[in-house]
C-alpha cells in the first residue's frame, strides 16, 4: 500500500517542528523586557499609506509615542478572517494596556472578544458596536460639522469657478461605502450646499458618489471623471486612498485643459498633494481620537463608553493654514511632496482668497458659531431609512430637516 | 600511426546508480566507417555523448589526435572537429534548413549569414547533398532532416561524424542513399563512428566495428573477418533462436473486412482514399508502405480512435464502422499503437498501465480492484520480461525497450480476437524483439494479426500476406515469405 | 518509504531551504534582520494551533478544487469564483437550513465547475480564461448583494450572519476528511484513475476509451465542489463577508500555492495549507513586533510560495501539464 501511493511529502511537518524550536528562542528574548505602558494600534485591512483615515490615527499614535513615552506597535489583518483571533490573542496575552481598534471593521470582532477580557481596555475609533462596556471606549466623530462647513465653502468655489469658465455652478464627492460616518458626511455637506442656496439665492447643482470601496484609486478616477464630465466643478473626497483617485482626475482636468475645477480633502489636510487644486480639506481629527484615548490609559484617566467629538472639541472642522503646513511638512519630509511647506501654504493661501469669496467666508463663520455655541445640533442617522429621508428632505430645501435641535431660516 | 580517437576506460555511473559504461576502450581510426553494435542499453549512445561533450564521464581518459581532452560542451567537441547526428534530431522545426545551419554554424564561430548558405550550397552540391535550403524543416521527411544535420556537421569543418541509429526513421530508400553518402564522405577523409543494432547494415556501410554489451567492450573486429551470426551472438550474449514460422494451415473463414475506407488526418489531409482488405482468421496480414501512406489511420479506424469519411469496416460479419473505442476492443479488437504515449500513460505505473483500457475490469463497482491490477501487472512483466524496480513506479522511469514490452505484452495478455500491431518491435533489442514476433505468430491461433510496420525483414518474416499501401491506396498484395525486399521497397516507392 | 517519497521529502526540504535563503536575502536587502523576522514568523505562527487550524481549513479545500481538474490535465483558476458562490450560497441558505447550507455552497460551485468544464468539453472554450472572466463577474455580484440584498440591518458595510457556525477544528477535520476523500478518489476509483489518465495524457485516454469530456466535466464539477465549499467554510469562518470583500478575496488564488506546494497530492495540501497558514499568521506578528510594514509579510509569503512551488511548478510546465 505505501508504495501505491507515492507518500506525501512529510518533510513539512518535520521543519514546522524544527523551526518551531529555532523560534523558541526568540519569544524566550521578547517575552520578559521590562514593563512599560504598551499600547497596540491595530488597523483595517487597508492599512497605512491612505494618506488620510489611517496615517492619520498613526500620527496621533506615534504623537503618544513621543510625548507620552508610551510604546506603540502596529498591526494591520491580512483579511476579515484575522480580526477575531488576532484580537482574543492578544487581550489573552495581556501585554498591551490599550489596544486601539482603527475603524468600523473591527465592530464584529469586538463585540465578541471584549466581554471575554474585561481586563483588557479598547478603544473603537470612528465606529461604534451600539453597547456601552466600561472596557471599550468608542470615539465617534460628528461628520455633519465638518461636512456642512465644507459644503459652504465648496458651493462658494463653484460659483466662482463658473463665473471664471462658464458652466453650471455644481458641485459633487466620491464617497466610499454607505456607512454611518458617511451618511453623517452627505447630510452635513449637502445641509451646507442647501444653506448656501438659502442665503445667497443661488441654485447649486448637487451630485453624490458611493464607490463602495476605501482602497481603490481606480475607482475613485472613474467617478470623479463621470462628475466632472456632467459639468461638477468642486469635488470633495470622502473615500480614503480612493480619493487619491479623484485628486489625480481633477489635476488632470485642469492640466489637460478640459476645464477647471477643485478638489476638496478629509480627515489629514491633503492640500499637499496639489496645492493649487486641492485649496481646502475638511478635518476629522483621528489623530486626536488616537492620542486622547492613549492619553487616558497613561494617566489613568480611562472612562469606557461613547465619546462623540465635534467643532468645539476640535474634532472635526476645516483645517487652518498651520495644519496645512504641518501635513505638508510630513510629506514633505517623507518625500512625498518635493514643494516646501512654506510653499504649500503660500499657495494655499492664495487660492483660498480667490475662490473664497467674502460673502462666503461670513455665511462660515455665522454657521461655525451656531454649531460651536450649540445653537444648532444635527440629526444623526439610526439607519439607512433614516439617512434617505433626511436627504429627500434636504433636497427640497428643508434645512431644518437634518436638525435634531435648532433651526435655520 | 595515433589514432583520431581514442577512449580508454570509460565508466559512467548516472546519478541514480545505474552503471552505464565499465571502463569501456574504444578507437576511431582516420577516414575510416567504424560501426558501434549493441542492444538498446548497451552504452553505445552514452559512449558517444561522452566523446561528443554532453555527458562527463566517471572515470576514464579521451585522446583527439594523441592530445588528451575534457569537452565540457558540446561546442568544445565542436571546435575539435566532433559532430553527432541524434537519432531524433536537433534541428528546430518551425526554422528553415538556412536557418538552422546559420544557428548552429555562428554557436561555434562567427560568420554571416550568406556565408553560411554560400558554402552549404558550393558543398551541398560537390557532395551531391540536396536539401532545400529554404523549406522550413517541419515540413522535410526525416531523410532530408538528416542531410540536413550531416550538412550542418560538415559546416562546421566536422572530420568526426557520429551518426546515431541514422537508418530508424528512414524508409529502405533513403537508407540506401546515406549509405551511399558515407562512403562519398569517407572519401573525403570524413570518418564516421555509426552507431546500430542492426547487423546488416553494419556489414553494408563498416570497416570496423565494436560490439558493446551491457556497457563492456565485448570486442573490436574487422567487419569483413566477422559473420552477422557472430556479432549476433556477441551481441546478445547468447545465440539468438529466430523465429522459425510454420506455416498455418489453411486460412480460415473471413474475421476482418475493410471496404474503400477514406479517412482523413488531424490536419485534414486525406490519407486514406479507399481502401479495400480483408483478414481471414489464422492469418497475420503485414501492411507495408512508407511513413504517412495510411497506415497509421487504417489502424485508429480499426481500434475506434478516427471516424471513417467513408466506408465500412465489418468484424466476424457484424458492422463495426464507426464504434467507439470500448466497444471496438468490446468486439475483440486489440490495438498496440506505434507511439507509446499513445498506449500508456507514461506518468501512471506498471499496474496502472497494465490495465489502460480495461480498467472497468479491474474496478467493482466505482472503486478499482489494485489486487487484480497487480495480479495482471506481474503476469505481463514475467511473461514478456520487463525490467523494472517497483510495480508501483511511473512507465516513464522504464527504458523504452520496458515501456514497449510493457504495451505490447499488455495486448497480448488480453483476450480479443484481431490483434493490431503497429511497429510492435520498435525500440526492443533483438532477443526481445525475437520473442515478440513469435508471440504475434502464435496470436494466430487466438484469431488473427494485422501487422503494420516499418521493419521491412519483420513484414516479410512474419505474414501471410502482405498488403503495400501507397498514398492512401492499396497497390499490390504480395505474398509474405516469397517476396523479396527489391519488389516491396518499389511497390512501396508507388512503382507498379 | 517508497523511494518517491523519500524524493518528495529531500525535494522539499530543499525547496524550504532555498525558501528561507532568499527570503533572508531579500530581507537582508530590504534593510531588516532576517533571524528575528522569521523566528517571529514561525514562532508567532505556530503559538495557537486552534488559529492555524481554522486559516487552514479553507486552504486546503480551495487548493483541491485546483488540485483535482490538474490531475486531469486541467487549469482551474477558477477556485476564486467557486469560492464566492459557495460563500454566497451558504450565507444564503444556512440562514434557513443551518448545516446544509455547507452542502449547497458546495454544490453551487459544483454547478459553476461543471458549467467551466463543459464549456472547455463541449465549445472548446479555454477553462483558464473563463474562470478568470466568472471570478471577476462573482466577485461584482458578490459585492452587489452584500450591499444590498443580504446588508446588515444595523451595518451596512457587512451581510447578514451566517444561519450556521462550526468550531475551528470541526472545520478543519471537515477539510481533512475531504482531503482524504480526494485521495481515495483520485487513487481507488475508477473515475480517479480515469482523471489521471486523461492528465497524464489525452493521447493515452482516448486509447483507453476514455469519455475525455465526461472526465472533464466531473473533474471540473468536483474542483467547484471543494472550492465551493472553501468558500462557505471561510465566510463561516468570519460569521459574515463585508464590502471589503478582504474574506474572499485570494482564497481561490492562494490554494493554487498550495496545491502546488503540496505537489497536487491531497495530503501534501493539507500539511502545505497548514504551513501557509501559519506564515500569515506569524506575519502579523513580524509586523507587531519588528515594525516592519504589513507588505513585507505579503513580501515573504509570496517569496516563499514561489521558490517552494518553483521547481515542482517548472517539472509540470515542462512536462505540458502532464501528471499521473
Redesign the interface.
Known amino acids: 500500500m505505501s508504495?501505491?501511493l507515492p507518500l506525501p511529502p512529510l518533510a513539512l511537518g518535520v521543519l514546522l517542528v524544527a523551526l518551531l524550536l529555532i523560534g523558541g528562542f526568540a519569544v524566550y528574548r521578547t517575552a520578559f523586557a521590562p514593563r512599560e505602558v504598551k499600547v497596540a494600534v491595530l488597523f483595517d485591512v487597508g492599512g497605512r499609506g491612505d494618506l488620510s483615515f489611517n496615517d492619520m490615527a498613526a500620527l496621533g499614535a506615534d504623537r503618544a509615542a513621543k510625548e507620552l513615552n508610551v510604546k506603540v506597535d502596529y498591526l494591520t489583518p491580512k483579511d476579515l478572517a484575522h480580526f477575531v483571533p488576532l484580537l482574543e490573542d492578544l487581550s489573552k496575552r495581556g501585554e498591551y494596556e490599550l489596544l486601539v481598534l482603527v475603524g468600523f471593521l473591527w465592530i464584529d470582532a469586538l463585540d465578541k472578544v471584549a466581554d471575554k477580557y474585561p481586563q483588557q481596555k479598547y478603544a473603537l475609533i470612528d465606529a461604534s458596536t451600539g453597547k456601552a462596556r466600561a472596557n471599550v471606549l468608542e470615539v465617534l466623530f460628528r461628520e455633519q460639522e465638518t461636512g456642512a462647513l465644507v459644503g459652504v465653502s465648496a458651493a462658494g468655489m463653484a460659483r466662482e469657478l463658473a463665473r471664471e469658465a462658464g458652466g453650471p455652478i455644481k458641485v459633487g464627492s466620491v464617497a466610499g461605502m454607505s456607512i454611518p460616518p458617511l451618511w453623517r458626511f452627505h447630510i452635513g455637506y449637502l445641509f451646507g450646499v442647501k444653506y448656501f442656496e438659502a442665503k445667497t439665492g443661488t441654485k447649486v447643482e448637487f451630485a453624490w458618489v458611493y464607490t463602495g470601496k476605501f482602497d481603490d484609486p481606480a475607482a475613485g478616477r472613474r467617478a470623479a471623471e463621470t462628475m466632472l464630465a456632467g459639468g461638477a466643478k468642486v469635488l470633495y473626497g470622502l473615500a480614503g486612498l480612493t480619493h487619491v483617485g479623484m485628486f489625480d482626475a481633477v489635476i488632470d482636468w485642469n492640466a489637460q485643459g478640459r476645464g477647471r475645477a477643485l478638489a476638496l480633502g478629509q480627515d489629514a489636510s491633503q492640500e499637499w498633494y496639489n496645492a493649487t487644486y486641492i485649496p481646502l480639506s475638511g478635518s476629522k481629527r483621528v489623530d486626536v481620537a488616537v492620542y486622547r484615548a492613549i492619553e487616558m490609559v497613561v494617566k489613568g484617566e480611562w472612562k469606557g463608553g461613547l465619546s462623540v467629538l465635534g467643532l468645539a472639541d476640535g474634532g472635526v472642522g476645516i483645517w487652518d493654514i498651520e495644519g496645512v503646513k504641518y501635513f505638508a511638512q510630513i510629506a514633505y519630509d517623507t518625500k512625498k511632496s518635493k514643494v516646501t511647506p512654506e510653499r504649500v501654504a503660500e499657495i494655499v493661501s492664495s487660492q483660498r482668497a480667490r475662490y473664497i469669496k467674502e460673502d462666503v467666508q461670513r455665511l462660515m463663520k455665522e454657521l461655525e458659531d451656531k454649531i460651536r455655541r450649540g445653537e444648532i445640533v444635527f440629526k444623526d442617522p439610526r439607519d439607512e431609512k433614516e439617512y434617505d429621508a433626511i436627504i429627500k428632505e434636504l433636497e427640497r430645501g428643508n434645512l431644518n430637516a437634518a436638525l435634531a435641535k435648532g433651526s435655520v431660516s | 600511426m595515433v589514432p583520431l580517437v581514442s577512449m580508454k576506460g570509460i565508466t559512467k555511473v548516472y546519478a541514480d546508480g545505474t552503471v552505464a559504461l565499465r571502463g569501456v576502450t574504444f578507437e576511431l581510426a582516420e577516414g575510416e566507417v567504424h560501426a558501434l553494435l549493441g542492444e538498446n542499453g548497451a552504452g553505445k549512445t552514452t559512449l558517444m555523448r561522452i566523446l561528443y561533450g554532453e555527458l562527463r564521464p566517471t572515470a576514464g581518459e579521451i585522446f583527439v589526435r594523441g592530445q588528451s581532452v575534457a569537452f565540457r560542451s558540446p561546442q568544445e567537441a565542436m571546435r575539435r572537429g566532433i559532430a553527432m547526428v541524434h537519432q531524433n534530431f536537433s534541428l528546430v522545426p518551425s526554422f528553415t534548413v538556412a536557418d538552422n545551419l546559420y544557428l548552429a554554424v555562428t554557436s561555434v564561430k562567427p560568420m554571416r549569414r550568406g556565408e553560411v548558405e554560400g558554402r552549404a550550397r558550393e558543398l551541398g552540391a560537390r557532395l551531391g547533398i540536396e536539401v532545400p535550403l529554404e523549406a522550413r524543416v517541419e515540413q522535410l521527411s526525416a531523410g532530408m532532416k538528416q542531410r540536413a544535420e550531416i550538412l550542418k556537421s560538415l559546416l562546421l569543418d566536422a572530420k568526426i561524424i557520429i551518426l546515431d541509429e541514422p537508418t530508424s526513421l528512414l524508409t529502405p530508400l533513403e537508407a540506401r542513399a546515406l549509405l551511399g553518402l558515407i562512403k562519398e564522405l569517407k572519401a573525403q577523409q570524413v570518418s564516421f563512428v555509426y552507431v546500430t543494432h542492426k547487423l546488416r547494415e553494419v556489414k553494408e556501410v563498416a570497416d570496423r566495428v565494436t560490439v558493446l554489451r551491457k556497457g563492456a567492450n565485448v570486442g573490436t573486429f574487422q567487419v569483413s573477418e566477422v559473420s552477422e551470426a557472430e556479432m549476433a551472438k556477441l551481441m546478445v550474449g547468447a545465440e539468438v533462436e529466430r523465429v522459425r514460422r510454420s506455416r498455418s494451415g489453411a486460412p480460415g473463414e473471413v474475421l476482418l473486412e475493410v471496404e474503400d475506407l477514406a479517412a482523413r488526418d488531424d490536419m485534414g489531409v486525406e490519407r486514406l482514399k479507399g481502401v479495400t482488405l480483408s483478414v481471414r482468421r489464422g492469418e497475420v496480414v503485414g501492411i507495408a508502405g512508407v511513413q504517412g501512406s495510411g497506415q497509421k489511420e487504417l489502424a485508429e479506424i480499426l481500434?475506434?480512435?478516427r471516424r471513417p469519411e467513408r466506408g465500412k469496416v465489418r468484424l466476424g460479419g457484424v458492422d463495426v464502422t464507426g464504434r467507439?473505442?470500448?466497444e471496438m476492443?468490446r468486439a475483440g479488437v486489440l490495438?498496440s499503437?506505434e507511439?507509446r504515449?499513445?498506449?500508456?500513460?507514461?506518468?501512471?505505473?506498471l499496474?496502472?498501465n497494465s490495465v489502460?483500457?480495461r480498467?472497468?475490469e479491474h474496478?467493482s463497482g466505482?472503486?478499482?480492484n489494485?489486487k487484480s491490477a497487480e495480479e495482471r501487472a506481474r503476469q505481463i512483466v514475467e511473461r514478456f520480461r520487463v525490467v523494472f524496480?517497483?510495480?508501483?513506479?511511473?512507465a516513464r522511469n522504464l527504458s523504452g525497450g520496458n515501456q514497449q514490452r510493457l504495451m505490447v505484452g499488455r495486448e497480448l495478455e488480453s483476450e480479443g480476437l484481431l490483434l493490431i500491431a503497429h511497429e510492435p518491435t520498435q525500440g526492443l533489442d533483438v532477443v526481445s524483439a525475437e520473442k515478440v514476433r513469435g508471440e504475434i505468430l502464435r496470436f494466430r491461433e487466438r484469431g488473427a494479426v494485422l501487422l503494420i510496420s516499418s521493419d521491412l525483414d519483420e513484414v516479410l518474416e512474419l505474414s501471410d500476406r502482405i498488403v503495400v499501401l501507397f498514398e492512401g491506396r492499396v497497390v499490390g498484395e504480395l505474398k509474405g515469405g516469397e517476396s523479396d525486399l527489391e519488389r516491396l521497397a518499389k511497390l512501396m516507392g508507388g512503382a507498379l | 518509504m517508497?523511494?518517491?517519497a523519500l524524493r518528495a521529502l529531500s525535494e522539499t526540504a530543499l525547496a524550504l531551504a532555498a525558501a528561507v535563503f532568499v527570503t533572508s536575502l531579500l530581507l537582508l536587502l530590504l534593510g531588516y534582520d532576517p533571524v528575528s523576522s522569521l523566528a517571529v514568523m514561525f514562532t508567532y505562527g505556530l503559538g495557537n494551533v486552534e488559529y492555524v487550524a481554522a486559516v487552514a481549513a479553507p486552504l486546503v479545500l480551495s487548493a483541491l478544487a485546483f488540485l483535482i481538474p490538474l490531475r486531469a490535465g486541467l487549469f482551474n483558476i477558477g477556485g476564486e469564483g467557486q469560492a464566492y458562490l459557495g460563500a454566497l450560497s451558504f450565507l444564503y441558505f444556512s440562514q434557513q437550513f443551518g448545516a446544509l447550507g455547507l452542502l449547497a455552497g458546495g454544490l453551487m460551485g459544483a454547478l459553476l465547475g461543471g458549467t467551466l468544464g463543459a464549456l472547455r468539453a463541449f465549445l472548446g472554450v479555454n477553462e483558464v480564461i473563463a474562470s478568470i472572466m466568472t471570478n471577476w463577474t462573482l466577485y461584482y455580484v458578490t459585492l452587489f448583494l452584500v450591499s444590498r440584498h443580504l446588508t446588515h440591518p444595523e451595518f451596512p458595510h457587512r451581510s447578514i450572519d451566517v444561519g450556521f457556525f462550526l468550531g475551528s477544528w470541526t472545520s478543519f477535520l471537515l477539510a481533512l476528511a475531504l482531503a482524504l476523500l480526494a485521495l481515495v478518489l483520485l487513487y481507488?476509483?475508477?473515475?480517479?484513475?480515469?482523471i489521471?489518465?486523461l492528465?497524464?495524457?489525452r493521447?493515452?485516454?482516448?486509447?483507453?476509451?476514455i469519455d475525455v469530456r465526461r472526465v472533464t466535466v466531473l473533474s471540473m464539477s468536483i474542483g467547484g465542489l471543494f472550492g465551493g465549499t472553501a468558500g462557505a467554510l471561510k465566510v463561516m469562518y468570519v460569521g459574515h463577508l463585508d464590502t471589503t470583500m478582504s474574506a474572499l478575496f485570494g482564497v481561490g488564488f492562494l490554494g493554487i500555492g498550495v496545491a502546488l506546494i503540496g505537489k497536487s497530492h491531497p495530503i501534501g495540501a493539507v500539511l502545505s495549507a497548514a504551513f501557509l497558514a501559519s506564515m500569515i499568521i506569524g506575519g502579523h506578528w513580524v509586523e507587531l513586533r519588528l515594525g516592519t510594514p504589513p507588505e513585507l509579510t505579503d513580501v515573504i509569503v509570496g517569496v516563499m510560495v514561489l521558490v517552494l512551488s518553483a521547481p515542482y511548478a517548472l517539472k509540470l510546465l515542462q512536462?505540458g501539464g502532464?501528471?499521473?
Do not use: H, I, K
Open positions: 508504495s501505491r | 481500434a475506434g480512435l467507439s473505442p470500448r476492443r490495438y499503437p507511439s504515449e499513445e498506449g500508456l500513460a507514461l506518468e501512471m505505473s499496474v496502472e489502460l483500457a480498467q472497468g474496478a466505482v472503486t478499482m489494485w524496480t517497483d510495480l508501483w513506479e511511473r | 517508497s523511494g518517491e481507488n476509483t475508477l473515475l480517479g484513475y480515469e489521471r489518465v492528465g497524464s495524457s493521447r493515452a485516454a482516448a486509447y483507453a476509451g512536462r502532464r501528471l499521473g
